[in-house]
């Protein structure tokens, strides 16, 4: 079983809430991934960290921010929560070591529902 | 909220038949992919895994095969049981874009008792 966890599970929260979406990992992954997934569709990249210091935005638009200041934490931040941003947020780690094809974990996901 | 995207394609089986479930990748230079399985309510599992220099590797009840040729991916779970039904993501592995994986649609693998 991976090591990577994500708090709260879920969240029911009230429109103009700023909200942080936890993730933490303890298996030192130096890569980090947010994805957004709506029930029963694809899964969609929102944010990536290649390591500490280091976010990129993935190739769903979303007004969420994230930060990296340990490796072993990821969250993700909406400052102004809409019924849009209703939805599965899954976190993912990878290693980034010398034999490249590496598993990438997931964790459980948070369920986001706006009001 | 919003759904963005595709809605998921269904594979309905009969328990104990065979299922095959397939995935059409897009880039010709990815070279590892793996098969991922999600239950409701959970984040997707690694199922299985294969290199580029392959074309077939077997694991327990399943067999995911690789075309290069036609970029083509498929997972083949033998005598399907109703712990199997979860959506299925085919990953491609692409060195290009910092060996960053890209995620199929999925399928739904709905067993019938």
């Known amino acids: 079983e991976a090591d990577i966890y994500q708090t709260p599970r879920y969240l029911v929260i009230g429109t103009g809430k700023k909200i942080t979406l936890e993730c933490s990992q303890t298996?030192?992954?130096?890569?980090m991934y947010w994805y957004q997934q709506d029930p029963g569709m694809e899964l969609h990249l929102i944010h990536y960290?290649?390591?500490?210091?280091?976010?990129e935005k993935g190739d769903l638009s979303s007004e969420s921010t994230v930060s990296r200041i340990r490796t072993e934490h990821f969250p993700l931040t909406l400052e102004s929560a809409r019924p849009s941003h209703t939805s599965q947020y899954l976190c993912?780690?990878?290693?980034?070591?010398?034999?490249?094809?590496?598993?990438?974990?997931f964790g459980p996901g948070t369920r986001l529902t706006v009001l | 909220g919003e759904s963005v995207g595709l809605h998921l394609p269904t594979l309905s089986v009969q328990e104990g038949d065979n299922s095959i479930i397939n995935c059409a990748y897009s880039?010709?230079?990815?070279?590892?992919f793996i098969w991922y399985k999600q239950e409701s309510g959970k984040g997707p599992q690694f199922i299985i895994d294969?290199?580029?220099?392959?074309d077939k590797r077997q694991g327990q009840r399943v067999t995911v095969l690789l075309n290069k040729t036609v970029k083509h991916l498929s997972l083949q779970i033998a005598a399907t049981q109703p712990g199997d039904s979860a959506v299925y993501f085919c990953?491609?592995?692409?060195?290009?874009?910092?060996?960053?994986?890209?995620f199929g649609a999925g399928t739904i693998l709905r067993v019938k008792s």
């Open positions: 993912a780690s990878r290693d980034s070591g010398p034999g490249f094809y590496n598993e990438q974990f």
């Open positions: 298996m030192g992954h130096d890569k």
């Open positions: 960290s290649y390591g500490v210091n280091s976010t």
């Open positions: 880039n010709s230079a990815s070279d590892y």
């Open positions: 294969i290199r580029s220099n392959m």
């Open positions: 990953a491609e592995n692409i060195p290009k874009y910092g060996n960053k994986l890209v």
